[in-house]
Structures are given as C-alpha cells and as structure tokens.
C-alpha cells in the first residue's frame, strides 16, 4: 500500500471512530458498547500488525499503542458493574497500567521533539498540569472519596489513575508546545490521548456526583479514543513519531499563552470560590497551590533570562558584521566617537586607516563568493593579528576595513600602521582554494580640531585618502589633506553638470585629421569630445570621460559623439572635402561596449549617415579586453560582423597580454605618445616602435602613430615603415566647420616631400 492510501484509510478509521462514538452516545446500551470496544480492540490489533509490516515503525512507539489500545478496551469490558467489584478492581489496574504506558510512551516522543527551548516548555507544562490536577482534586478526587462505593483501595488506584492522566497532560502540552513540527500523526495520538482522558474525566465526575452523565456518554469518548489510536498505528508518519522532527517556522505563541493562562486563571478560581472540606483537602490544596505557584515563579524567571538574553544578541548582531565577526560601521563610529571625545585630555590624536582591498571583485567574479568570502576573513583576521590590541578594526561595507588607532599622537603613527597592513599582506592568504595574493589601498586620516567635526567626517576623510590611494595606483597609502576635500566637492559639481551637458548642447565634437606616412595624404579622422560649461570654460575629455563613464553617462554621451562624427563625415565626402573612403575614428568606452543594445546604436548611426561600415574605426584601450573580456570579445565580434574595424588606442600603456590581440577582432594598433615622442632621439623608444610596427606588419594591422609633433619624428616614422600618423605636427584637432580649410592646407603641403617613405 502506497503512504497516501495509508493516510486516506488512517483518516477514515478516525472518522469511523468519531461516527461510532455517536452512534454510542445515541444507542443507550451496554451490549451496543460492548460490541463497540471488541471492534475497537480487533481494529487496534489488525492495524498494528499491518503497521509492523508496512510502516516498521518504532518498536517503543508501536508495542506503546498496542498495548494501550488493548489494555484500555480489556478495561472498559471488566468495568462493567454488573460484572462485580473484583472486576471492577481489575479494570481500575489496566486503567492505571494504560496511564503509565501512555506517560512513558510520551516520555520518549516528547524529549525528542521538544526543541530547543526545552526548560520554557517544560514550564508552560507543569503551570498547566499541575491547575489541572488541582481542579481535578477539587472537583472530583475528594469528593469520590466520600462518595464512592468501591473499597478505598480500588478509590486509590482511581485518583493515582487520574493524577497521572495530569502528567500525560503535561507530556503532551509539551509535546505540543515544543517547536518541532507537529505532523498529522502527533494530532492523531493527541486526539486519542485527550479522547481517553475525557472519558477517565466523565466517569469520575459522575462517581463522584458532581453531575449525573449517562453511561454511554461517558464510555463513547473511549470508543473514539480506540479507533484514533488504530488510526495513528496506521499513518505513515509514525515511523518519525519518536524522531527529531524538523522546527516550526514560527510558533503558535497565541494558543500557547491562552492555554498557559487558562491553566493558572481556572484552578484559583476553583480554589477561591470552593472551601476545604477536612484537614488532608486542606493540606492537598496548600501544597498544589504553592507547587503551583514555584512552576509560575519559574517560568517567570526563565522568561526575564531568555528575553535579556535575546536583546543582548540583538544588539550584537546589529552592531556586527556577521562574516567577520568584527564592528560594523555604526558600532566602529560609536569607538571613533568615544576616542574623539577623550582626545583633548591627553593630547591625542585618534586616527583612522580605512582600508580597501584592491580588485575584490575580480576575485568575486574568478574565483567565486565562497572565495571572496574566504578572503574577507582572512584578511579580518591578519588584520587583528598585525595591529596592536588596543586598535579597533571593523569590516563597514564589502571590502571595506576600517582601523582606529585611539593613541595616535600625529599622523606619523598612523603611516607607520598602515605600512605595517600593507607589508603583512606581501605574504599570501591561504584558502582552501589555495593561496591567493591581495593588496589593499589605503587612506588616513588623523583628527585635527579644525577640520574634523565629528567620528562620521575622520571616517569620510579617510575614505577620501583611501580614493586618492587607489587613483595612484593601488596597494599604498594616501594621507588625507584638505585640498582632496575640494577635489572630492569639484568632482561633485562636474557629475551634476554632466548629466546636463548633452540636453544643453555643451558638447561638441573636433576632429584631428590622421595621414597616410607614405602619401601625406588626409586618409581619416578622429573625433575627439569637448565640454563647453555654462562659465565659458572647456574640460578635457580626459578630465570628464572617465567620471561619464563611471556614473554611466558615457551611454548617452557616446550614442551622441558616434552619431555626430559620421554625420560630420558625410557633410564632408557630400562637399568634396576629403575623400570618398576617408574614415572615422570614434573612442569607445568600456560601459559602452557592455551595453547590450551598443550594437544597435552603431549600426542605426551608420545607417543614418549613410556611411559604410567599413569607415568607421572604433578605438578601444587595451583595460576594454582585461576587465569584462567575455562581453566586449561577444559585443566587438558582432560589430566586426557589420564590418566595422576596432583600434587598440594608446598601445603599449595597458597591461594586456599579446595572447588577448590574436584574441580579439582587432585591425589596428595605435602607437601611444609616450613612445612616439622618444621615436626620434631615444634609441630604446625607437626599437621599441620598431618591434610593434613589425609585430602589426606580421599580424596584418595597420598602425597608427599617435602625438607626432616634429617633423624629426614623423620622418622616423616613414623609416620605421609607420602606415599612419596623427599629431599637432600635421594639425591640432580642429572644430567641424574648419576641418575644409584644414584638409585643403595639408594637401597644398603635399606627400611631406623631405620626409617621404623610403619604401614610397
Ligand atoms: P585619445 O583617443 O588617445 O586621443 C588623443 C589625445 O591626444 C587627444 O586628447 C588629442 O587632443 C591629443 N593629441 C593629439 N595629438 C597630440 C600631440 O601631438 N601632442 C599631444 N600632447 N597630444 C595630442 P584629448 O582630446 O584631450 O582626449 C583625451 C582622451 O579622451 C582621448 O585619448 C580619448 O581616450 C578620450 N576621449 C576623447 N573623446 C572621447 C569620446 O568621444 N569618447 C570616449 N569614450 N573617449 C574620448
Ligand atoms: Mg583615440
Ligand atoms: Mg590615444
């Protein structure tokens, strides 16, 4: 049989129960009942045999329910009055034997799931328990002493039967209580437990004449109690019964608090309103009521401890970094505060290293977040090792790592700090990965009352230094001053204005004619950005380029500048000013290129210009194929696809490898100034443009000197077999409009006739 057919007959033998208890209830007859519990006791023993076979449940657990399921019934035959007092004795003694098995049954299941808060629970429990065991003596123990009709000894076995059913109680209140999850199968055996518990309930208050209840209402109870107990047998989940289940995802705090209040509010209620009857009520009812009130004391206690306890962990964990285990910013800012505070009574000056380890992301992006996580651990914990203990260093934001030094006495000592954290970081961190290098940039910054207000602004100082750090080239040490300050404000202004620029018509385009060596002939161009801001002033590109390609306004801003050169181009190939296949070289950044749609806006700019792909020449620098390969190999490939040619712009001050050329689609190098300008008079720089223009020759690319400025050089150039060449020697880059003069100018020059080619 499959679980779920297991689960639908186990949910049937419950509903069968339930239909049999009512048919009891409205069937006033002792044979009826009688044939009721032998059915109840056959199904009991029919389903756990089944159980045995197909659920191999716990053998604690299934020998528990068998012999529950059949003491109980046995019990409920032999009770029958007219069967006399002997039997009656006996049937009390299987009704004390069903309590204990039940309570040591429960034992085991409870301790197993009762989770993680297992003093609370049990607690909660005996509150419960114990008011239920206290209204039970109150209501019904006591009186059956006076009332009943039985020997005392069968009374006695009665009350301990009764008490126990207490405990059961209490097992189960915290079987219930505690956070495991609570599958089907618990609810069924709780049914059970609780159906035979209100049958032991009904019999007693009849007995002991608080209310005259019917024989079959009270016996029905028992029948339900059987057939849940067959049904539990039967469910699948009984084989997890006894096992740790898994936790609650939020507990049911509500009923518990009603349960838990109703168990303290109902018993001193009774206990007010009801008087002691003789001495032994009275000492029973002190002594339960005083247990009573230890269990109240007790759980009371515990809830001040667990809810300190939770508030300190709170408060931990908001003011930590739970990788590291380190400060985080907010709990690093209180101790900058705090030294702050005191650094006027000894002369101090509290320092702080905020440190940035360089290229984190690459190894995110290489070696994986385990990794980086890993890295940020191990640095945490060199960090802690290198530093004196009374620094405190704390991780604010992913890669971020701040130090204060409390006892600084000037800006010396905090140099000396950081170039203790930068020489710790020459050895390697060793991972599981293996070991793995980093280093760090780091910025200072020391308190001076004159520019520093607060722990946020020496934090944000730092911060600046740490900028200039990494602007210098990482893995050093920048010590904050003022004018960063102004800088950083400066910085601040430009952004702004540049998101303006484009819808202002602030940025314009000029162009710098490129030659052919050989033929000093006008072959092409290259468009190049300026900024005219609103005071009248011009920025260099080389100033807002990159802060446009860091805000990602570069996106825009490009589009634009691509669209206009080859608008540009046309007009002038449509005016007869420069040759049919003259071509445009446009710069490209690296944002561009991982825009997904820069494709689209290449090929709609050449359509619109109606120029051919083919005279379009995108410069890229070597950085474009180092810090997102993948996507500017896929983003060039589909350009090249459109027969648009790439340039490595500036070669030879990047840092990328010969294997990345033969990589990527790539027709042209261009030969960066610094090495044009020694091409002339210093022998190394010329070998060195002679080894590129050879390596272009054999690889097929064309080159492209950049910043000839003497015609010393650009002689050089011819002998070295340079294809092409741009610099101020043959113009300066010139506005649209002046580019027909400029063209006409250098053809009246001619082919450069003192330096021409050896090879023309
Ligand atoms: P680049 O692409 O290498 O451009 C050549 C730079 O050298 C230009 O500077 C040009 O004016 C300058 N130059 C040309 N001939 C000489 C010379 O003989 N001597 C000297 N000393 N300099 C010369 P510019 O216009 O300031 O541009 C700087 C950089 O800004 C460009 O370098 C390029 O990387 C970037 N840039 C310019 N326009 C754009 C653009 O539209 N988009 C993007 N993404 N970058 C651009
Ligand atoms: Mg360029
Ligand atoms: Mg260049």
New binding site residues.
Partial sequence: MNTRTLERVSYALLAFGLLAALAHVLVDSATFGALLYGLGAIVVAVTAVASARVNSPDIRVWGGLLAIGLLSAASQVLADPARGATAHFAAETLSLGVQVVLMLGLLVVAQRRIGREPLGVLADSAIVALGSWLVCWILLLRPLFDTSTDGAATVTLRGLALSLAAIVLLLLATLLFGDAENGAVVWLASGSIVASVIGDVLWAVHDAEVATVAESLRSAPYVLALFAAAGTLLHPGIRNLAAQGPYQSSRPMTWRLVIVTSGLVVPIAVFALTDAQDTRDRVVRSTAVIVLACAVLLRVVLAVRSNTALQQRLVKSAQTDALTGLPNRSLMLEHVDTALRTAWRDGRQPSVLFIDVDRFKNINDSLGHAAGDDVLMAVAGRLRVVLPSYCVVGRIAGDEFVVLDPRATGPGDAMLLADRVLESFHEPLALHQGDVFVSASIGVSTYRPSVTNSADDLLRHADTAMYRAKESGRNCVAIFDESMLESVTQRLAVETALYRALERRELR??H?PIIDVSLGEVVGF?????WDREDGSTV???EF?PI??ETGT?VP??AW?LLE?LTHLSEWIAGGWCPRDATM?????PR?LNDPNFVNVVSEALTRAHIPARQLWL?V?ENVMISQPDQALAALTKLCDLGVRVAI??FGTGYSSLSLLQRFPIHRL?I??SF??GVADKPDARALVRTIIAMCDSLGLDTVA????SVHQLHTLGELRCAKA?????S??VPPEQMASTVALLSDIGAWPRIRNPRG
């Fill in positions: 385009l000029v710098q290259e468009a190049l950005m300026r260099s590109p080389a380029i446009a390609e570069i801003i490009g500048a050169a070289a446009v710069n490209v950044s561009q410069e620098t712009d500036d261009k960066d100034r044009v300008a950049e910043g000839v400025e741009q610099g101020y020697l043959i300066h880059p």
